[in-house]
């Protein structure tokens, strides 16, 4: 063999991990990118411990944040009896809700059956998801689903609430939430989102 052509072969072999992992990176990236996404969330306005009245709740801004990122679709979970304005009434009838274990109606829905990957968000309530995303998540099929979950809080960050839906939505891939203070989404929104961000990098991987 002559030692123009075996130069050759050697660079040849060279560059075929590289071109390999490259089109391994791109094919994963496609991947992603194939992935239909929905972000449902439940979020409250009104009076709100730490950041006062509000028009826009902070889920409600996360939630956001990550359909604009994902180019996800966006469903907000709404109590057909709304919830009342005076934050320290809100917080009775949800600790009331949580006890019974209730499963309030809803308004409207989506088939997250038509979806690949879901986020679910909500605020920290009394160590537990609001009862109505319950309510939402029980009428679904999860099985083959990415589940992601995420909340806002003021200090309990996600306590056991990330465990919910891996017990709730069955047959569902649930990867690890994301807890982000509502203060940060109300009065910092540029550190939310580059928290957001962050965390859906590693999602990306």
């Known amino acids: 063999m002559s030692k123009s052509i ?7 072999t060279a560059v075929l991990p590289v071109t390999s992992y490259s089109q391994s990176k791109t094919s994963n990236a496609k991947n992603m990118e194939s992935r239909k996404t929905l972000v ?3 979020s409250r306005t009104g009076e709100n411990y730490a950041v006062g009245n509000i028009k826009k709740g902070n889920t409600h ?4 944040m990550i359909a604009e990122e994902t180019d996800g679709a966006l469903f907000q979970v709404e109590p057909m009896k709304a919830y009342p304005e005076d934050y320290k009434k809100c917080t009775e009838v949800a600790k009331q809700e949580v006890e ?14 038509d979806y690949d990957v879901i986020y679910i968000g909500y605020p920290n309530w009394w160590g537990d998801m609001p009862m109505p995303v319950c309510t939402f998540i029980e009428k679904h099929n999860w099985q083959g689903k990415t589940v992601i979950p995420f909340c806002t809080h003021e200090g309990s960050g996600l ?14 891939t649930v990867l690890k939430g994301m807890a982000i203070r509502g ?23």
Do not use: Y
């Not at 075996?6 to 040849?12: A, C, E, K, V």
């Open 6 to 12: 075996w130069t050759f072969l050697m660079m040849l």
């Open 40 to 42: 449902v969330f439940f």
């Open 61 to 64: 801004i996360i939630a956001e």
């Open 100 to 113: 019974s274990k209730a499963r309030p109606a809803i308004k409207g829905d989506i088939a997250v059956e």
């Open 159 to 172: 306590s056991d609430t990330e465990n919910k839906p891996k017990k709730a939505c069955e047959g569902a």
């Open 183 to 205: 203060t940060t989404a109300q009065k910092s929104q540029e550190q939310a989102r580059k928290t957001v961000i962050s965390w859906l990098a590693n999602h990306s991987k």
